[in-house]
């Protein structure tokens, strides 16, 4: 029997049976690489909040890097006809949301004149600037051109970005599938030009209608159509609270970035990304 109150021991044990001589000499820090990793909390004020501020930042992009991963397999996978896999893939992918979505309450605790004290040493920056939210937006098919613009001068990014504002995006590929599974999908937007936003289309409404309405025959694309509006439902959810928590926190002053703030904010959440998902809930 292994003596358990004795780390040494576990480590033993365990090293015998799954680690290699390289892994053994690794240590918890080194693999998660944390010097790195904590060291890049740097504030520009010295306000105390200002970490916080950091922190909840670095947090969403990290899972936001997450999310990209999994968004791009579960597209490769539902390109390849093979649907399981996907649908754990985008399952993930709301858990992550529900995830960022909690943190606006962390936020939340920061005050008008808590974040006043160091707004002015953000100086342009914004989260408008963020590469990897603009890179899910245009993996779900809302490609805005002139946001490329912002990403000129940084040549890698720009051509990540590029690169994705290019390709077919998650619901490209669900429409396809669609038109593999027998629906009659205009020829058009199968050849659709992906640079553009997509926009509603009467054949793909068609098709999803039938797939809601005899879910038994179509019970894979039944819950493709429903991992894709819970995605859609927490990316709105996330909106709203980003929305709300800057109109609580700047209230309707101009935003860094340059935009009107709060109302450029409310405008963006009129926009749908899978929008026939929501108008045939109207209509069956
Ligand atoms: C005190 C907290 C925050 C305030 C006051 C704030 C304010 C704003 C404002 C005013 C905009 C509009 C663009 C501009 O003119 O600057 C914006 C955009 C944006 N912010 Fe924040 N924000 C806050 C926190 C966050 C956090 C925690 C994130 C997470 C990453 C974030 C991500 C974004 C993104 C992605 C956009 C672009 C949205 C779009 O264009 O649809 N923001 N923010
Ligand atoms: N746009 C914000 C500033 C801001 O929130 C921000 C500044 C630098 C890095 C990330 C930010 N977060 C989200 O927009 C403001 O107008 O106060």
Redesign the pocket.
């Known amino acids: 029997m292994k003596d358990y109150t004795n780390g040494q021991n576990i480590a033993a044990a365990s090293e015998k049976e799954i680690h290699t001589d390289f892994e053994k000499n690794m240590t918890y820090g080194e693999y998660l690489q944390l010097d790195k990793l904590l060291s890049a909390q740097i504030p520009a004020s010295g306000q105390h909040d200002e970490t916080l501020f950091i922190v909840i930042?670095q947090v969403s992009e990290l899972w936001m890097k997450l999310i990209l991963h999994e968004m791009q397999s579960a597209i490769n996978c539902i390109n390849e006809d093979n649907l399981q896999p996907a649908f754990k893939q985008l399952a993930r992918v709301s858990r992550i949301q529900s995830q960022i979505i909690q943190g606006w309450d962390v936020l939340a605790t920061m005050t008008p004149t808590d974040y006043l004290k160091f707004?002015n040493s953000?100086g342009n920056?914004?989260?408008?600037q963020s590469y990897q939210y603009r890179m899910i937006e245009f993996t779900l098919g809302y490609k805005t051109k002139h946001v490329l613009k912002i990403y000129e001068k940084e040549k890698e990014l720009h051509q990540q970005l590029l690169s994705a504002f290019q390709k077919p995006g998650l619901y490209d590929a669900a429409i396809q599938k669609l038109a593999r599974s027998g629906f009659g999908i205009d020829p058009e937007l199968l050849d659709r030009d992906v640079t553009m936003v997509y926009e509603s289309n009467d054949s793909v409404k068609q098709a999803w209608k039938a797939v809601y309405q005899d879910a038994d025959s179509h019970w894979e694309l039944y819950q493709l159509a429903e991992k894709l509006v819970d995605i859609e439902d927490s990316l709105q959810q996330w909106r709203f609270r980003h929305m709300k928590t800057v109109e609580r926190i700047?209230g309707f002053?101009?935003?860094?970035?340059g935009s009107s703030?709060v109302h450029y904010l409310k405008k963006v959440l009129d926009h749908y990304f899978f929008p026939e998902l929501w108008e045939l809930r109207t209509e069956i």
């Open positions: 930042h707004r953000l920056a914004s989260g408008f700047i002053r101009q935003g860094t970035g703030g």
